[in-house]
């Protein structure tokens, strides 16, 4: 193959190999994606730097002090503005014609929320469980939906308290059915339902167990209006628990809040230790949202899930264990013996 190359004002000839040539793209293309790749990097350097100047201005920048700040021009300004509007970061005050920062990003959190991020979620909350285990000194938990599991993020309790046999942190679709940390959340979320019903087979654990589809879905339809669930030894004998939904600043399913406590005492105490879950994980919802929305009020409505009715109702709302569900049986006595404590 021949290569022109100009020398000296001379066209010289130059039998280039197959691989010669082959390298010469090859370092072609890279040069080229280098000068394209540093063009975007730098620009997206100033994007971001633009984003930075209107989070620190409150009352928002004009293009040509943004400019200013920027050390560019004011044309180069109004087009990182404008892009910055176009994709829901910014926007543009039609009086003033200055341009701030969104109450939010487009992807629909507050600035500085990430929403369902375990570890955020986990920060946000441990007041709340705390105060779960405070008020009912039974072992409490920290759960949410991660994939096709139940995790469970935190634990309060105190050395002696009985442990749930069997349960792990990480809780398969397949024992959903039969706990309450896990009916919390998928009364209120229809990916995670789905998945229950798909991978679910409704075993039965204990005398007590939920085994069909139908009873099912009508005791997630119970936790919807009433903003609890309850396991009434249905996952393991001797131990029963209560859990109520937490909604994240956007009115989602973020967790659950619950507790696992002796059956015995639960036939005793349960409308006191309900009621404790559900204050407490209701006021966490509120208080998140206040958090993210100071200026929107309390109120907080489900957004991509199933609503849930606020303010839930008592505890005294929800059946009690006499036989009255079809799909339960009596708890408490049965010839089990209370967990030591």
């Not at 779960?132 to 050395?159: H, K, N, S």
């Not at 075993?203 to 139908?214: D, I, M, N, S, V």
């Not at 991509?304 to 709302?317: E, K, L, N, T, Y």
Request: proline share 6%; aromatic share 6%; glycine share 10%.
């Amino acid at each position: 193959m021949r290569e022109h190359a100009h020398i000296a004002g001379e066209t010289c000839i130059h039998v280039c190999s197959a691989g010669e040539v082959s390298r010469l793209r090859d370092r072609q293309r890279d040069e080229r994606e280098t000068a394209t790749t540093g063009r975007s990097l730098k620009t997206g350097a100033e994007t971001l730097r633009a984003l930075q100047l209107l989070a620190s201005s409150p009352i928002g920048l004009a293009p040509d002090e943004l400019a200013a700040q920027l050390g560019k021009s004011k044309a180069t300004a109004r087009y990182l503005l404008n892009t910055l509007c176009q994709e829901g970061y910014a926007f543009r005050d039609g009086g003033s014609g200055v341009y701030r920062l969104a109450d939010g990003p487009p992807w629909g959190c507050p600035w500085g929320q990430h929403g369902n991020n375990a570890q955020d979620v986990a920060a946000h909350l441990a007041d709340a469980l705390t105060e779960v285990y405070r008020r009912t000194r039974q072992r409490a938990y920290l759960a949410r939906v991660e994939d096709d599991r139940v995790v469970v993020l935190d634990i309060r309790g105190r050395q002696g308290l009985p442990k749930i046999p069997g349960l792990t942190e990480s809780i398969p679709a397949q024992q959903a059915h039969a706990l309450a940390v896990c009916k919390a959340l998928a009364a209120l979320s229809a990916d995670y339902r789905e998945v229950v019903h798909e991978e679910g087979a409704f075993e039965q654990f204990t005398h007590a167990t939920l085994t069909g589809r139908h009873a099912f879905e009508h005791e997630l339809e119970l936790v919807r209006e009433s903003g609890f669930a309850l396991d009434r030894e249905e996952f393991a004998d001797g131990f029963c628990c209560i859990a109520s939904p937490v909604l994240n600043p956007d009115g989602q399913v973020a967790a659950s809040l619950a507790l696992s406590v002796p059956a015995r005492r639960f036939e005793t105490d349960c409308i006191p230790l309900i009621n404790d879950v559900v204050d407490v994980a209701t006021a966490a919802s509120e208080q998140w949202h206040r958090s993210a929305h100071p200026a929107n009020g309390s109120g907080s409505g489900a957004a991509g899930g199933d609503a849930m009715r606020v303010p839930p109702p008592r505890a005294s709302a929800w059946p009690r264990s006499n036989g009255t569900r079809e799909h339960a049986a009596p708890t408490g006595g049965g010839g089990q013996a209370e967990p030591d404590m």
